[in-house]
């Protein structure tokens, strides 16, 4: 029988997870994947060191930017898994799409070259190196006092 889904994917699941078992962990079509681009950030003498997490993506499907003093993270994946039976007929058939988007501001003063970046089993380490901010000269303008 088909309960509506206003609270999540059944009514009389949800009521029922509060008060007689123990919650149950749902995959929900198109709920945020809260476990994705975790990141640890790390101050070094030099700069910060960037571990962020991005489990199921190769590294053909990250991107990073650097504009206007933000280092923004961008990674896409398509995955589609078919299993047919020996007849040809689906047993099985899943499709992923998801994308997700992370920024940090490193400050104007950097630049693209002075970013490092490496992907390795699953995780994006970043390397940014520390730059103390320019003070603004002040500079002082005086007004010609004829006499």
Known sequence: MLMPSIFGENLIDDFFNDFARPTKQLMRYAAPATNVMRTDIKETANGYELDIDLPGYDK????????????????????????????????????????????????????????KAKFENGILKLTVPKKEA?????KSQYIAIEG
């Open 60 to 115: 053909k499907d990250v991107q990073a930017e650097l504009k206007d003093g933000y280092l923004t993270i961008n990674a896409a994946t398509k995955k589609d898994t078919d299993e047919k039976d020996e007849n040809g007929k689906y047993i099985r058939r899943e499709r992923y799409y998801g994308s997700c988007s992370r920024s940090f501001y490193v400050g104007e003063n950097i630049t693209q070259d002075e970013i």
């Open 134 to 138: 320019k003070p603004a000269v002040e």
